[in-house]
């Protein structure tokens, strides 16, 4: 999502833009857009610190002429509202992802016209006088992705105000049309509502500065989560978060101190820095004190304990019991009770419809706390546990009001994840108990993605179980084997009753078909379902899976680049069209010339698992699980995919490290 901040100091904002950048990043900077007298005066010549200051006094003219203040409000540390400060600055970046352009100038010219005119700039998109602003490209960012500038003036040449009620949103479906419109890769997430807030620039300099291992951001996001999921009540959460060394700030419903209506927290800062906070449903959809809420109970009794926590956080005071830490009770029971409690949720997964979004995040949320909590708990450094924690949070996005069916809900793991938070070390049986039930977990997630079409989310989950949790088992003496697949038949077997680690099958409906892993699907969609099957009986197709799976890990389209692979020469000749293809993909990504992941729909995967689900004698949407693959060894490890083409703005002048960052 974008996060817009309005500023005041326009001549600020265009010195940054068109000087070197705080890392010497920024080359040859000019325009690519504005209106035609800027265009005219400026062309395309490299701008300097003089021509930076003209730009911005001709952008910032008519609010000084007519002596219009256009002001935003300014909150103290509590988040209450204590002034007003100076916001006619409005400052966007588009930004592409690495490997996708570089456009040319007249491309970017266009798209940075029809980008403001949809968001009421101009007199053609709105009807009214225009404002006056400037687009400037200034060379990749520091990932190497092509971008650039908007800088605007919310004063139009009348005196008049632009108006920018709702323009996060806004600039989103804008986007989203100029995706389309100019044949850039499609955001997903953006139009299903299922993506997460990416880490900003200066979240990663802040980081690299205080010589943390990773953003904060993502280190409260994983904090917040791991609590939430090992407490029984909003109460409970509040301490949790204090105890793991957050900073809590309630939000209050305007004229009340007994209705917490969100919150905002951040890290303990080191001696010297000001804390940085996020709000809840800035770091997640699924963090939101809203959907927090549906974890615990709620009655009058336990809504006033709550208040008075979240008052007693706010406030920096010991909790009303007199204590920070949450209760140090245990569930009663051992770790393979705690296990069970894994595996009746896997039993009620048998009848949870495949299209029942709702109830599939709820169980990928309780499962990233569980190993977010895991992660606290045994990583002094986020490593595989976290990892998992963070792919199956991405499962766990959803609309804020997308419907959600009446049934009842999948058991909760707040037992689980209160043991691996807060009990002492356990020896590597019990957690390998744990870990093959989790795993079993995270695979129905997965293959509910598959069924729905899904096919980017399910290789990323591929990936973590070949890669992430393969690292744990590695690096545990007395491993408890894990449930085989054959390379050639991955299908879901049939398990006695009573082995409670089998695979999860919808009740009433036929098992899983062969070949229908993430992996098969992606073939399936990019060659064609004939091949598909055939493929998979061929010797070499571990080493073709493996590939795949190793593309989405790297941020590459995995069907484009099965695609752009055949379509190099046919195969008609080849001994094994598998290896062929294996080889060809292993040319196209060290020449670079594998195609970036695309999040869009693909509707010749959803064409493929039709296709498959008529061969198999079952409708598309009924395959549910099938067992755990024998992890691989760990692919590469890099960072999640950068976001597609989208607004994202940044600060027209420097604030305090003190604020808030959510939506």
């Known amino acids: 999502m974008p996060n817009i901040v309005k500023g005041g100091r326009m001549a600020g904002l265009l010195v940054y833009l068109c000087g070197p950048g705080r890392a010497n990043e920024h080359t040859e900077p000019h325009l690519v857009g504005g209106d035609g007298f800027l265009q005219s005066w400026y062309d395309d010549a490299e701008l300097h610190r003089d021509s930076a200051l003209a730009i911005a006094g001709y952008l910032d003219k008519p609010r000084r002429l007519y002596g219009v203040e256009v002001t935003a409000p300014a909150r103290d540390d509590s988040g209450q509202v204590v002034a007003r400060k100076p916001a006619h600055v409005w400052h966007c970046s588009l930004a592409l992802e690495p490997g996708e352009g570089p456009l040319g100038d007249g491309q970017w010219q266009a798209i940075a016209a029809d980008f403001m005119d949809a968001m009421g700039f101009t007199e053609l998109g709105s ?332 290789l990323v989950l591929e990936s973590t179980v070949r890669g992430q949790l393969a690292q744990i088992l590695q690096t545990t003496p007395a491993a408890v084997p894990m449930p085989a697949a054959s390379p050639a038949n991955d299908t879901a077997q049939t398990a006695a009753p009573e082995d409670k680690t089998a695979p999860v099958q919808q009740t009433g409906q036929p098992s899983q078909a062969p070949g229908q892993s993430a992996a098969t699907a992606a073939v399936s969609a990019a060659i064609g379902p004939e091949d598909a099957a055939t493929w998979r009986n061929d010797p070499a197709w571990p080493a073709l899976e493996q590939r795949i799976v190793e593309l989405a890990g790297q941020g590459l389209d995995p069907v484009g680049t099965l695609r752009q692979a055949h379509a190099m020469r046919s195969l008609d000749t080849a001994e094994s069209a598998v290896q062929v293809m294996t080889w060809r993909i292993d040319k196209l990504v060290h020449t670079g010339d594998a195609p970036a992941a695309s999040t869009a729909a693909d509707p010749d995967l959803a064409a493929a698992l039709e296709a498959l689900g008529a061969a198999s004698g079952q409708a598309p949407q009924q395959a549910v699980t099938s067992p755990l693959p024998n992890p691989l060894p760990a692919p590469a490890t890099t960072g999640p995919a950068g976001a597609r083409t989208r607004p994202s703005t940044t600060p027209a002048a420097s604030s305090s490290a003190d604020s808030e960052i959510g939506d």
């Open 127 to 458: 009807g009214k006088a225009p404002a006056r602003w400037a687009a400037i490209h200034h060379g990749l960012t520091t990932a190497g992705g092509d971008h650039i500038h908007i800088a605007a003036s919310l004063v139009r040449e009348d005196g008049t105000k632009v108006s920018t009620h709702m323009d996060q949103p806004r600039a989103q479906r804008v986007c989203n049309d100029l995706e389309r419109k100019y044949g850039l890769r499609v955001l997903a997430s953006r139009e299903t509502g299922a993506g997460m807030p990416g880490v900003k620039p200066a979240e990663q300099q802040r980081a690299a500065r205080l010589g943390l291992p990773e953003p904060e951001r993502l280190t409260i996001a994983r904090t917040v989560r791991a609590c939430a999921a090992a407490s029984a009540t909003e109460a409970e959460f509040v301490r949790a978060c204090r105890h793991e060394g957050l900073l809590l700030r309630a939000r209050f419903a305007d004229g009340r101190g007994d209705v917490v209506v969100g919150y905002s927290v951040a890290l303990k800062p080191v001696r010297g820095e000001r804390p940085l906070y996020y709000r809840g449903s800035g770091l997640a959809k699924d963090l939101a004190l809203p959907r927090l809420r549906e974890l615990w109970p709620s009655t009058p009794e336990l809504a006033a304990e709550a208040v008075a926590e979240w008052t007693a956080a706010k406030r920096g005071r010991r909790t009303p019991g007199g204590t920070s830490r949450p209760r140090t009770s245990m569930p009663a029971g051992t770790w393979e009770e705690q296990a069970n409690e894994v595996a009746e949720l896997r039993e009620q997964l048998r009848s949870v419809p495949l299209d029942d979004r709702h109830s599939w995040a709820v169980v990928a949320r309780q499962a990233a706390g569980v190993f977010a909590a895991w992660s606290r708990r045994t990583e002094h450094t986020p490593g595989p546990l976290a990892a998992t924690a963070d792919a199956l949070a991405r499962s766990a996005q959803m609309r804020y009001r997308q419907p959600r069916p009446k049934h009842t809900q999948p058991a909760a793991l707040t037992g689980t994840a209160m043991l691996l938070m807060h009990a002492s070390k356990t020896g590597p049986a019990a957690d390998l108990v744990l870990l093959r039930q989790l795993a079993n977990t995270l695979k129905a997630v997965h293959d509910a993605h598959v069924a729905r079409g899904e096919l980017k989310q399910a």
